[in-house]
């Protein structure tokens, strides 16, 4: 089963961090290469919900964009926030 990160997995407004600095998507998809399919499907979940976690000794931080809903309980926009501390 190959089942690796591909462009298209990491959406926009997504932002990955790994040792303090901002990872782009070739980065992201050469450091996949090495993982194991277990590995590949919780990195994606966590492309999903965000948080901090750790694959093979190295640290992600990993920041999605936060849906903001109207009184009506509709989603009317994206916020995003990078300004958190990342280490």
Do not use: C
């Not at 990160?5 to 990955?16: E, L």
């Not at 600095?21 to 966590?46: A, G």
């Not at 809903?69 to 509709?74: A, T, V």
């Amino acid at each position: 089963m190959e089942n690796k990160i591909s462009k298209q997995s990491i959406r926009s407004g997504v932002s990955i961090f790994n040792a303090g600095e901002k990872l782009d998507k070739d980065t992201v998809i050469y450091k996949s290469e090495k993982w194991s399919d277990k590995e590949v499907l919780f990195f994606k979940k966590m492309l999903k919900q965000g948080g901090r976690f750790s694959i093979k000794g190295e640290k992600f931080y990993i920041t999605v964009p936060e849906q903001v809903y109207n009184q009506k309980g509709e989603v009317e926009g994206v916020m995003h926030n990078e300004a958190e501390e990342n280490s």
